[in-house]
Each structure stands twice: as structure tokens, then as C-alpha cells.
């Protein structure tokens, strides 16, 4: 056992962090966050579960965070995504998922965190609403609504071009479910444009390419 005193000063170092280390360590966190959770997207079990045991550390350390809810019901949700594979299995999945998203936008409403949390957040509801099978989940015109806050956010201008190409493919996924060539063919240049080196701009670029072939 630590003696009193050592445990103590472990209490003063942790407590008398910074706010921009603390951001900085959260920062940190999400990133790998991201990392696992666009590969769990493809609906492996192995990295869902791996994704999964990473926000399990999250939500302990930060309970109740909407970014990280966000991304635990993105996780789930996506399955969804190859429904036609163990169908009960995986939809009951995606709509524990989609609850848990919901709730994290309920909870972006009084979350006093940066804007740009707020934005990643929605934009992980949103890409899970737009990809899942409309007939199924009935999601799409709630991507849609969720695309256009994020479009006319009043910040977005300021938003890394990464996060705004991310934005605009989204809404060219959308057009494409909704069977509006024009539109999707108008945002995929405009995501090549905002971010070509990017992966969202490449893969924007191959998209156009093969409209002219």
C-alpha cells in the first residue's frame, strides 16, 4: 500500500493539471478513438469488439460525454449496414446503436464542451443515418436534417478542410440515396476541392472519374 502522503501528492498532480493538457489528453484519446472506430465501420466482429473495449475506457474516464456516446453507437449502429447477414442479430444491434446516438444528441443540447466536439459528434450521427438502409431504419431524412445544421453551421468556415470535406461527402452520400445526381455529383467536387489530398477528397475524385466514363 502507498503511504498517505505519496498518495496524496498523486491527488495534487492530477488535480492541478491544466485545462489545455487535459484538452490536449482528450485530443489524444479521440483520435485513436477514430482511428479504431473507421475501421470497425466495415462490421468485422473482431474490430467492433476492439473499438468497443476503447469507449469502454472512455466512458468510465469521461461518463456521459456525447462525442464518445456518439461513437459507441456509431460502432453498434453500422452493422446495420450488412443487414443481410444474421439480419436479427444485426439489427438488433444497430437500433441499440441508434438509441444511443439519439442520446447523445440529446445531450449536445447542455454539453458545454468546444464547438468542434459538438460537430464531430453530428457528423458521426450523421454518417451512420445516411449509410444504413433507408428502408429498414427509416434514418436518412434525419441525416439530411442533421447535414443541413452542419452546413450552415456559423463556424464553418473556421472548421479544419479535413472536417469540411468530411461534411460534404456526407452530403454527396445523402444525394446519392436520394437519387439526386446533380447534387451528389455538386458536393463530391466541392469535397475534392476542400481537401484533395485527403482521403474523403480521393475518394470524391474516383467517384467524378467514373460519372465520366
Known amino acids: 500500500m502507498r503511504p498517505l502522503w505519496c498518495l496524496l501528492l498523486l491527488l495534487l498532480a492530477t488535480t492541478s493539471l491544466s485545462p489545455a493538457y487535459a484538452k490536449e489528453v482528450f485530443e489524444k484519446e ?3 478513438l477514430r482511428e479504431v472506430y473507421l475501421v470497425a465501420t466495415d ?4 474490430d467492433v469488439r476492439k473499438a468497443s473495449k476503447v469507449i469502454r ?8 460525454h456525447p462525442l464518445i456516446l456518439a461513437y459507441k453507437g456509431g460502432t453498434l449502429a453500422l452493422r446495420g449496414k450488412e443487414i443481410g447477414k444474421r439480419p436479427l442479430d444485426r439489427m438488433r444491434e444497430t437500433e441499440e446503436g441508434l438509441n444511443i446516438i439519439d442520446r447523445a444528441i440529446r445531450k449536445l443540447r447542455s454539453h458545454p464542451g468546444d464547438y468542434l466536439e459538438k ?7 450523421t454518417y451512420v443515418f445516411v449509410n444504413l438502409p433507408d428502408a429498414v431504419f427509416h434514418r436518412l431524412r434525419e441525416g439530411r436534417h442533421l447535414l443541413k ?9 473556421e472548421m479544419p478542410q479535413g472536417l469540411q470535406a468530411a461534411i460534404y461527402f456526407a452530403a454527396a452520400i445523402a ?4 437519387n439526386d445526381l ?8 466541392l469535397t475534392f476541392e476542400t481537401d484533395p489530398d485527403g482521403e474523403n477528397g480521393k475518394k470524391a475524385s474516383a467517384q467524378l472519374n467514373s460519372f465520366s466514363k
Open 182 to 189: 446533380h447534387l451528389q455529383q455538386h458536393y463530391l467536387k
Open 30 to 32: 479521440i483520435e485513436t
Open 175 to 178: 444525394a446519392d440515396k436520394s
Open 149 to 157: 445544421q452542419l452546413l450552415a453551421h456559423p463556424r464553418f468556415a
Open 119 to 125: 460537430v464531430e459528434a453530428q457528423l458521426v450521427a
Open 43 to 46: 462490421g468485422n466482429d473482431r
Open 57 to 64: 475506457k472512455l466512458e468510465k474516464k469521461y461518463p456521459g
